[in-house]
């Protein structure tokens, strides 16, 4: 019965089944949306009494366009590990179009907040990064023995954008700037700094060296044309070879009780490495008879690497072992961002004044999956997708 269900379900998202393996739809952008839209769903439709309580306590932090002043805008980076800045945090999560990723591994989280009217501007979050990640591996020649070491230098950004209406300012372009400052290499830092990695249990150097992140529905327009002081922040790392769990996530609940009534472990956690969920997916598959080809739902990503030091890739090939660190202190690049994207666009482009915050509340109360952000405002893909 549950063999039938998730083949129903995948053919009426659009893909076709030949061989075993999964062809996908056109691949536009909307029909990528859509075929996130069940997921997203069912994530909200299952936390809908947390979410009606947390807009009635916290919509108050959320602006309507005439509340903002581009001039004035003031970022402040808050941890999302402490109230309210969690809840704020999940919240503008799960109005997102893209399923909801807790993320794994080594992880920081950041509510944004524009301190000049104490409204949220986005959200920001990282992971340990994929052991596997073919389009990064592909740029780089490891030592011997030594990826594991200098990839776990590395951090994936999983959550990245602005609300409303500060996407239609070129918001999702402050967080990526912001991603990259000093003060948010400087939290990592002073959280895991001689800290133990669970799976090695090894002592990881206490600098990250570059960030790696995929674009929710292929090129993101955040990162095109990404610079500071004219010299590129973001590099192109090619597009994705198509895996990942997003499509089979509604049934992630029932697979993972099948796997307990067949007495297989699906427990999660750090301990279990940042793929538990593909893996745990896969041994379900095989226990219905369906093949892991099905994985490869064929949906190719463009993926972007973020280098943080100046000889990111002689470093990441052992050529040279002592990473010379960028410097991005953070003020400097909001008045970058201010003057090359936030002014001119406000001035050139007025809808921003028209956003309200009705706009992030029907996302969040609409099961569909309507009026979703676009692709420029907001990048979240979730950690097992490559």
Not at 55 to 68: C, E, H, K, L
Request: proline residues 7%.
């Amino acid at each position: 019965m549950l063999t039938e269900q998730i083949l129903t379900s995948l053919l009426q998202l659009g893909f076709q089944i030949e061989n075993g393996r999964l062809v996908p739809p056109v691949t536009e952008k909307a029909i990528i949306r859509a075929m996130h839209a069940p997921a997203t769903a069912w994530e909200r439709s299952r936390q809908r009494a947390w979410i009606t309580w947390a807009w009635q306590t916290y919509s108050r932090w959320f602006a309507n366009g005439t509340d903002v002043i581009p001039e004035r805008i003031t970022p402040v980076l808050c941890d999302a590990r402490y109230p309210p800045f969690r809840d704020l945090f999940r919240l503008v999560r799960l109005s997102w179009s893209v399923p909801f990723s807790r993320g794994c591994g080594r992880r920081m989280r950041f509510v944004v907040i524009d301190a000049a009217i104490e409204k949220v501007i986005g959200i920001l979050g990282f992971q340990s990064p994929p052991l596997s990640f073919p389009a990064r591996d592909r740029r780089w020649n490891y030592p011997p023995e030594k990826k594991p070491l200098l990839v776990n230098q590395t951090l994936d950004i999983h959550t990245l954008g602005a609300v409303p209406p500060y996407d239609r300012l070129l918001g999702g372009k402050l967080l990526a700037y912001l991603a990259v400052s000093n003060e948010v290499r400087a939290q990592y830092r002073q959280r895991y700094h001689q800290q133990r990695t669970i799976v090695a249990n090894r002592v990881l150097p206490p600098d990250v060296v570059a960030y790696t992140t995929v674009g929710a529905f292929g090129k993101s327009s955040m990162y095109e044309r990404l610079t500071y002081r004219n010299v590129p922040l973001v590099i192109s790392l090619g597009v994705t070879e198509g895996y990942g769990v997003f499509h089979l996530t509604p049934w992630y609940r029932s697979l993972r009780m099948l796997l307990r009534e067949h007495g297989i472990d699906d427990q999660t956690g750090l301990q279990h490495g940042p793929r538990r969920k593909w893996q745990l997916i896969t041994m379900a598959l095989h226990s219905l008879g369906l093949p892991s080809s099905l994985l490869r739902h064929g949906i190719r990503r463009h993926a972007y690497l973020f280098p943080l030091i100046h000889n990111l890739d002689e470093y990441m090939e052992g050529r040279n072992d002592i990473p010379i660190v960028r410097d991005y202190p953070l003020v400097d690049l909001v008045a970058w961002w201010k003057e090359r994207w936030l002014l001119p666009r406000a001035q050139r482009i007025l809808d921003w004044k028209e956003a309200t915050i009705d706009i992030l509340r029907s996302r969040l109360f609409d099961d569909t999956g309507n009026g979703s952000p676009p692709d420029r405002d907001h990048a979240v893909v979730e950690g097992a997708t490559r």
